[in-house]
């Protein structure tokens, strides 16, 4: 069994960043596509980022382009969500998420078999 666990969250004014962190256990984790997913109040839970499991590709939601990172680090069973310049609409509950199998990244909710509980991210204005 794979447990995932966030960490890194808090509050922070428009502008700021933060780094969130989702430790794997288990041994296949460097096999594991993961990805960083969100759900905000009252919405539905929502793709962020994606990493594949060998090559690194990355592949972030319009959203967060050009101020979120998506990296992993295989030695430490580690994946990393850089957050630059959040915004109000940024706060959310983050979640992370890791696919079983696969080569390629996915974006969808289904994807995902294993699931972190989530580090609350606020975004003061």
């Known amino acids: 069994q794979v447990q995932l666990v966030e960490s890194g969250g808090g509050l922070v004014q428009a502008g700021d960043s933060l780094r969130l962190s989702c430790a794997a256990s288990?041994?296949?984790?460097?096999?594991?596509?993961m990805a960083w997913f969100r759900q905000a109040p009252g919405k539905e839970r929502e793709f962020v980022a994606a990493i594949t499991c060998s090559s690194g590709a990355t592949y972030c939601a319009n959203s967060v382009k050009g101020r979120f990172t998506i990296s992993r680090s295989n030695n430490n069973n580690t994946v990393y969500l850089q957050m630059n310049s959040l915004k109000p609409e940024d706060t959310a509950v983050y979640y992370c998420?890791?696919?079983?199998?696969?080569?390629?990244?996915?974006?969808?909710?289904?994807?995902?078999?294993?699931w972190g509980q989530g580090t609350q991210v606020t975004v003061s204005s």
């Open positions: 998420a890791g696919r079983q199998r696969g080569s390629g990244y996915y974006t969808g909710l289904k994807d995902y078999d294993y």
């Open positions: 288990g041994r296949t984790f460097v096999s594991f596509p």
